[in-house]
């Protein structure tokens, strides 16, 4: 338990030295001005330092520990990432800056470009998008500006199938567009009939997670891809599950027109406690007109940043995307290569078929009708019915000092567990992890208040989250003195 | 064997002899061969730690904007950012956590979060706070997105003094959907024209969307345009920049409903456009309208306060198509740099921040109205932000002053060939506003 900053507040306290005014001063007029205090607190810096690494101390982190969280590719954060960003050049500058003034950061700009391309095998991008879910959006209203400059505006519905992660639906409402959901089959693929007979007249694009939601890769892309664009409509790629395919295969060559990148997983930034990431959107030439602003260029008097142009989708963020993760993202791969890349993707494989094949025997692993990608899908359902749910072994996996996976997603999987290790961890630690999974569902066929009380090393023990809606307490309460 | 991969060839050999399939190869069966890679990935060769910092220092030495003393803003300001937020920043804690699904072992980013919704709260006089948007910009587009699904009404009137970044921002957000924005102009004062706003917001509209200080740096009314928009049954949403409400009266003690900005100029380094993060506060009764992740205080099994994320039925993981926003990963670490920045600041500190942005920039406006034929384009009370002409193109002046050493205010060729928008930080010192103005002033003389 941590005090909150405003508990430890002394009026006259400060924790930064700043220089003393030089000028004259300017009448502040009084009906202008605050009437009041804004209730900041007053601390020093030493109280500030201590408050708040005692807080980090109650985090889990991938510098501490296993984080197998599916979808999410909680991979290790090259620490070099952080020098090379925070270099004064780079972090000094102001975003509306003459383009002869920014001649480097444009340089890594256009060549991460150029990379994410090579590597989507993809012609256009934008670095602009913030998130994932934004790059989605930026992807769908490119697909929507084509359309409409070809006299299609009427196409209005975007397939996706039942196991879409939720940002895909919410991101089709922002574009006005209506969702349609397409079954999964038997083994959690595309049900490529019910595609074929959703697909038509009114589709604007497919929205399609390559390898899917379940760690499965959709072998029947070519065919998927092909039913769209039969259908008028184009194809879009989620890229969260990018790890997979690093130097194995590329949306571009899979029939899809547009995929996003979620630099702060694949290209190894650090999540941040849930941000900021980038939504890197790469896609084909033909839609490159629609592009938001803050593309970069290359002419003969050096980069050139561009502003959105007549056909443009306008801009998704006031600036050029979230710059300092671009940074990161190029480092990365200037520093594997395209053999690492490779090799990134060929262990994260190796890493979740050695897990599923170990946990198998303990865990039902539904859809398994042979090698998973990057991560899979394990199910609770059987334990569930004896009373331990899945939220409780996740519960009891943080008393074992692992995170826990992905938990109840992909709905379209009870109980659902879903486990991404990363090419990153060793196999000590895979194993490690393993064990505590094997023992969770032996203390919960013999102790299960054990996994139903978890969890109990934490810094708190389970948190009441009803009560948190029903009490509802959002701010600290205000107290003037 | 690259070095973030410690399974090398015994580990794998092991592995794949567990899971039955001997090579490698052999994973790869669901991908079909059409689509697979044939080759390698045309990429440049692995660079070492060692090259790859003096590739980055060549790039840095190409940024001669870093040089520069700043004179310019337009929504982002080269503040002074205390040595102790990175610290905290680039703990492993803080800085490698995923985000905080898990309550029981994420309390560091949660409780950091509640506390930051507490300031964020104080500062914009709202009752609530979410966990943070993207950016200003974004953050304004959700917010008019928000007031059309509380008031039911697809029209929003937007005040043409508001960043035009941001009115882009808000058509891309706004124009796909079934949405009609209408701007406000703004008058010869530069301040919107309220008579306009009434007469645009008949037959009703969600929100009325102002920006304060404005575009322009100069101070709306934000009382006058709440009782307007209230009386046509909308909304409010003002987008504020922080630190003005340093030293000016929060808008939502002024009747906003939803306040929403920029939060770089607390702590966040310019990094040529991010970075950034985006605030938004509320008054109660729209929280269910709001987007984003929310954190709220509860109690553990044993009793003890504890933090969650809560009201997440509104969130696209549970609401899917129809959550109040597509938005998942957010700008964490750059409210956490926020909340460290107004902790090391505090009461005292952040208000004597916003104090010298006013005196400095009144002072840099003196100075400069001493020139000959240089005058104020409005004749308004500003804050920390203002537009002159000068009798000069001002594109060709910013091109002359970085040639000296200055990166000039933002020419504003809307406003006139002259217009120039200034600002000055709590950085700037007397010698170097006095430096510049001399040197405006000798180009001045010369051009002329």
Not at chain 1, 136 to 147: S, T
Request: charged share 20%; net charge negative.
């Amino acid at each position: 338990m941590e005090k909150t900053i405003f508990q430890y507040s002394s009026p006259g306290r400060i924790g930064v030295a700043l220089p003393a005014l030089d000028v004259p001063e300017t009448v502040i007029p009084d009906q202008l001005g605050r009437n009041e205090p804004i209730g900041l607190p007053e601390v020093t810096e030493g109280q500030a330092m201590r408050h708040f690494v005692r807080l980090s101390t109650m985090n889990f982190n991938i510098e501490q520990g296993f984080y197998p969280l599916g979808s999410c590719t909680m991979k290790y954060n090259p620490r070099l990432h952080e020098f090379l960003a925070r270099i004064e050049g780079l972090a000094a500058v102001h975003p509306l800056s003459s383009d002869s003034s920014v001649q480097g950061t444009l340089e890594i700009m256009h060549k991460l470009g150029e990379f994410l391309c090579e590597i989507t095998g993809f012609e256009a991008v934008t670095l602009q998008p913030a998130a994932g879910a934004q790059g989605e959006f930026a992807g769908l209203l490119l697909i929507r500006k084509w359309q409409q400059e070809r006299g299609e505006g009427h196409r209005n519905e975007v397939l996706m199938p039942d196991s879409a992660h939720g940002t895909n639906p919410a991101t089709s409402t922002l574009a006005g567009l209506k969702v349609v959901s397409v079954k999964s089959d038997e083994h959690g693929r595309v049900d490529v009939e019910d595609l074929r007979s959703k697909a038509g007249e009114k589709t604007c694009a497919f929205m399609l997670t390559n390898p899917n939601t379940l760690g499965i890769f959709e072998s029947n892309i070519e065919e998927i891809t092909g039913i769209i664009h039969d259908a008028g409509g184009l194809n879009y790629m989620d890229g969260a599950n990018m790890n997979a395919l690093l130097g194995i295969a590329r949306p571009g060559d899979m029939g899809f027109d547009v995929c996003h990148l979620n630099l702060h997983k694949t290209f190894s930034s650090p999540h941040g406690g849930g941000g900021p990431g980038s939504g890197t959107v790469c896609c084909r030439d033909t839609l490159r007109p629609f592009l938001p602003a803050s593309t970069v260029v290359k002419t003969e008097d050096g980069y050139m940043l561009r502003d959105r142009t007549g056909k443009s989708m306008g801009r998704l963020l006031a600036f050029h995307g979230n710059v300092g993760v671009l940074y990161r993202a190029y480092a990365y791969i200037r520093t594997l290569g395209s053999k690492g890349l490779r090799e990134v993707s060929e262990v994260a494989l190796i890493n979740a078929n050695y897990m599923k094949t170990r946990l198998k025997p303990y865990y039902e692993v539904p859809n398994d009708d042979g090698p998973c990608m990057h991560e899979f899908v394990a199910s609770g359902a059987e334990m569930a019915k004896k009373g331990v749910k899945t939220l409780d072994i996740a519960k009891r996996l943080l008393d074992y000092g692992f995170h826990a996976p992905t938990i109840y997603f992909p709905q379209i999987v009870k109980e659902a567990l879903m486990i991404e290790p990363t090419e990153t961890e060793s196999l000590e630690s895979i194993d490690a992890f393993v064990d505590a999974m094997i023992a969770i569902a032996e203390e919960a066929e013999e102790k299960p208040h054990l996994v139903t009380d978890a969890p109990v090393n934490t810094p708190v023990l389970r948190l009441d989250e009803v009560k948190a809606v029903k009490d509802l307490c959002l701010v600290e309460p205000v107290e003037y003195e | 064997m690259s070095i973030f991969v410690p399974n090398g060839k015994t580990q794998r050999e092991r592995m794949l002899e567990v899971i039955g399939v001997g090579r490698f190869e052999n994973l790869l069966t669901p991908v079909p061969e059409s689509v697979r890679l044939k080759g390698e990935l045309d990429l440049p060769s692995p660079a070492s730690e060692l090259e790859l910092q003096k590739e980055f220092k060549g790039f840095a030495a190409r940024n001669s904007s870093a040089d520069l003393v700043c004179f310019r803003g337009a929504g982002v300001y080269d503040h002074y950012i205390p040595a102790a937020i990175d610290n905290i920043l680039t703990r492993s804690e803080f800085f490698t956590a995923y985000t905080p699904y898990q309550a029981e072992v994420s309390q560091g980013t949660l409780q950091s979060i509640f506390e930051y919704q507490t300031m964020i709260s104080r500062l914009t006089g709202c009752e609530a706070a979410n966990a943070c948007m993207y950016d200003g910009a974004s953050a304004v587009a959700e917010a008019a997105l928000m007031a059309i699904r509380s008031k039911r009404k697809n029209r929003v009137l937007v005040s043409g003094a508001v960043s035009p970044r941001t009115i882009d921002v808000i058509h891309t957000y706004l124009d796909s959907g079934d949405f009609e924005i209408n701007e406000v102009p703004f008058g010869t004062d530069g301040l919107i024209d309220l008579e306009a706003a009434d007469k645009l917001a008949e037959g009703g509209v969600a929100a009325l969307v102002l920006q304060y200080p404005n575009y322009f740096g100069s101070i709306e009314d934000v009382q006058a345009a709440a009782d307007l928009i209230h009386k046509h049954n909308g909304l409010l949403v003002v987008a504020a920049d922080p630190v003005a409400l340093g030293v000016l009266e929060a808008p939502g003690k002024l009747g906003a409903d939803v306040v929403v900005g920029e939060g770089q100029p607390m702590g966040v380094a310019m990094s040529y456009g991010g970075p950034y993060v985006g605030f938004m506060a509320t008054k109660s009764a729209f929280l269910r309208k709001m987007p984003g992740r929310i954190v709220g205080r509860t109690e553990d099994r044993a009793g003890n306060t504890g933090y969650v994320l809560t009201l997440q039925t509104r969130e696209q993981h549970i609401k899917r198509a129809k959550a109040t926003s597509n938005i998942c990963s957010n700008q964490a670490l750059m409210a956490l740099a926020n909340v460290i920045y107004l902790t090391l600041a505090g009461e005292t500190g952040f208000t004597e921040v916003a104090k010298q942005c006013w005196h400095k920039s009144h002072y840099l406006n003196k100075r400069l109205l001493e020139i000959d034929d240089v005058a104020d384009v409005f004749d308004v009370p500003f804050c920390r932000e203002f537009v002159v002409n000068l009798p000069v193109s001002a594109e060709t002046a910013v091109t002359a002053m970085a040639e000296v050493g200055y990166l000039a205010g933002l020419p504003l060729p809307g406003l006139g060939e002259g217009a120039m928008m200034l600002t000055v930080t709590e950085k700037r010192t007397r010698e170097e506003i006095d430096g510049f103005v001399e040197a405006l002033h000798q180009y001045i003389k010369g051009a002329r």
